[in-house]
């Protein structure tokens, strides 16, 4: 994946507090203990591949707007195989039950679905498969 150059991470860090991160022992839903707010990573030059090779999909997919700027959505998407994998902050755990995120998670799942593809939503606690809206793709 390559990143598109008028997106960057500033303002965000996401990636360094909703998932678990296995090579610095970090658990789901926890800062990072490098993550230095709005600094950004301490330990930047020296992070492990999995924190180097990561870019969610709003870096990546132009067709996402703004409204899916990590911090203004309140979630982080990114695939792994195919799944697209959806982490809500804890701090807004109904936001993916909202318009326009909730419309554009369905239809991800009407699309992903015709390749044997899945999304799935981890909200704290909560794990959920994402359906397509009933009677359509949206």
């Known amino acids: 994946m390559t990143p598109l150059d008028a997106r960057d991470c500033a303002g965000c860090g996401l990636c360094c507090r909703?998932?678990?991160i296995d090579?610095?022992?970090?658990?789901?839903?926890?800062?990072?203990?490098?993550?230095?707010?709005?600094?950004g990573c301490r330990a930047y030059d020296t992070r492990p591949d999995t924190c180097r090779a990561f870019l969610c999909l709003w870096r990546t997919e132009a067709a996402l707007g703004e409204e899916w700027?990590?911090?203004?959505?309140?979630?982080?998407?990114?695939?792994?195989?195919p799944q697209r994998t959806v982490l809500a902050d804890p701090r807004r755990p109904d936001r993916s039950r909202s318009e326009p995120w909730l419309s554009q998670l369905r239809r991800?799942?009407?699309?992903?679905?015709?390749?044997?593809g899945y999304v799935i939503l981890f909200a704290?606690?909560?794990?959920?498969?994402?359906?397509?809206?009933p009677g359509g793709e949206a």
Request: glycine letters at 10%.
């Open 18 to 20: 909703l998932p678990d």
């Open 23 to 39: 090579a610095l022992d970090k658990p789901a839903n926890e800062p990072c203990r490098h993550l230095a707010g709005e600094a």
């Open 69 to 81: 700027h990590p911090p203004t959505a309140g979630m982080m998407v990114y695939r792994q195989g």
């Open 108 to 116: 991800w799942a009407a699309e992903d679905a015709r390749t044997g």
């Open 124 to 133: 704290g606690d909560r794990v959920e498969k994402i359906e397509p809206a």
